[in-house]
């Protein structure tokens, strides 16, 4: 749906909207927002609200603070939650600084690489799985772990009574205008999936964005915590946000190749080899956080090495079975901690790279790659993803490509950041410490 200007207008004034919330991403993915009645929309509209950036992770410093948001007018939408004290209504904006796109703006830098798409004659369009666990609050209202309900994969009620949750998300995100394609219950206990069509990229990323926050909010509902942490629990399935990522040329699917043994053109070869190349250095932007690498261990599906099929699940990409206008490629391994404007800005400008220089990606592994050894990993050339938030830091420091896509700006505070973020962490003594070392010692 379109809108304008007076369009937006006319339906907050319709619908009685008493806020408009004006949104945006920090470089971690982190959505803020200035709410403003809509006495000020016009205003809002017509790209006149300021807000001090100093303040804000990643963004500049205090002499460099005033900063602009321009609203995507078709991202306006009205919640279909939390109306008690009348509706509220949010906007999808772009930063600007000094009437100029704001460089540390994780929406900008991804449509940089979709205007590159765009001058080779693409457009991307994704499609995102994304996994969360629903657990208890307590009687204070702080999330705990403890599951709410005990159901395993596709399960349904009554050993799948987070159903009835899932339905009320499922309804709100299509309020929202979502279209759901499915939704169900995941391998871990409480833990959900509910995928929605593709779109292009952009807002594919905004939609991310949404659902997580949409997600969240209808759970607090049912006095519920929904968490999208990559790995809360130990011993179970971590939460992943596979990407479905296809080409469009000319209105077709540009990685379609009906003369190909797996239905793909030289395209998506060369896409999906892009990707392979750099996803070392990407890894850090994918998988953000120290608690991410708890996920990409072997035996709970999560990929660990760097490998493509269109036979089997367990590497890093694989090849959908649909082919036609569904033929996509799926990378595996980002989960949602990810900025998704940063993770989907990189795997296009990498995969961009793959076919400018026409790379090939390495044989197929069709069979089950866990089970293979050591000496047939070497043998295949196969390597592994960062083992950790140190080794994702080291490997995205020897690859220039990403600093080259970022920008210096975004690139350097986020290093930066996550340095600090593995020193907390290693200094830290956890409960595995205490529980190993207290009693022997």
Not at 381 to 399: H, M, R, S, T, W
């Amino acid at each position: 749906m379109g809108y304008s200007k007076q369009k937006i207008i006319d339906i907050v004034k319709k619908e009685n909207v008493k806020f408009i919330r004006l949104q945006f991403a920090d470089i971690f993915g982190a959505m803020k927002n200035v709410s403003i009645t809509p006495s000020q929309l016009e205003k809002a509209l017509d790209n006149k609200m300021m807000f001090d950036g100093s303040s804000i992770d990643g963004f500049v410093r205090i002499e460099e603070s005033d900063m602009s948001l321009h609203p995507d007018y078709n991202s306006f939408a009205i919640h279909p939650w939390g109306q008690e004290n009348g509706k509220v209504a949010r906007l999808i904006c772009d930063v600007y600084q000094k009437d100029k796109p704001f460089e540390g703006d994780p929406r900008y830098i991804l449509r940089k690489a979709l205007d590159k798409a765009k001058s080779m004659g693409y457009t991307m369009n994704v499609g995102p799985e994304c996994e969360f666990y629903l657990f208890k609050n307590d009687e204070r209202g702080y999330p705990t772990l403890d599951e709410y309900d005990r159901g395993g994969y596709f399960d349904l009620g009554p050993n799948d009574i987070g159903e009835e949750a899932r339905k009320d998300i499922v309804l709100a995100l299509e309020d929202l205008g979502f279209v759901i394609e499915a939704s169900h219950h995941e391998c871990g206990p409480a833990q959900h999936e509910i995928d929605f069509r593709y779109e292009e990229a952009l807002h594919a990323a905004d939609s991310i964005q949404t659902f997580k926050y949409a997600v969240k909010s209808v759970a607090e509902k049912r006095n519920l915590y929904a968490t999208f942490m990559p790995k809360p629990i130990f011993g179970q399935a971590g939460n992943g946000m596979h990407l479905n990522m296809s080409l469009e040329k000319d209105g077709e699917n540009a990685f379609v190749d009906e003369t190909d043994k797996n239905g793909l053109s030289r395209e998506a070869y060369s896409f999906m080899a892009g990707i392979m190349k750099h996803i070392e250095g990407i890894t850090i932007f994918t998988n953000p956080l120290v608690n991410s690498y708890k996920r990409l261990v072997p035996d709970f599906e999560a990929p660990v090495y760097i490998a493509w099929s269109a036979q089997n699940r367990s590497p890093l990409i694989r090849v959908p079975s649909s082919r036609g206008r569904g033929t996509r490629i799926e990378l595996r391994s980002p989960d949602p901690s990810a900025n998704p404007y940063l993770a989907l800005a990189l795997c296009l400008e990498a995969g961009l790279e793959g076919i400018e220089k026409k790379m090939t990606p390495p044989k197929s592994i069709d069979k089950n790659i866990f089970e293979m050894s050591k000496r047939e990993l070497t043998r295949s050339g196969v390597k592994k993803l960062p083992g950790n938030l140190y080794e994702a830091i080291n490997k995205v420091e020897k690859d220039k490509f990403v600093a080259n896509v970022l920008g210096e700006h975004i690139y350097d505070r986020y290093i930066s950041a996550k340095r600090r973020e593995w020193e907390e962490y290693s200094h830290r003594v956890s409960n595995w410490e205490i529980d190993a070392y207290l009693y022997k010692y």
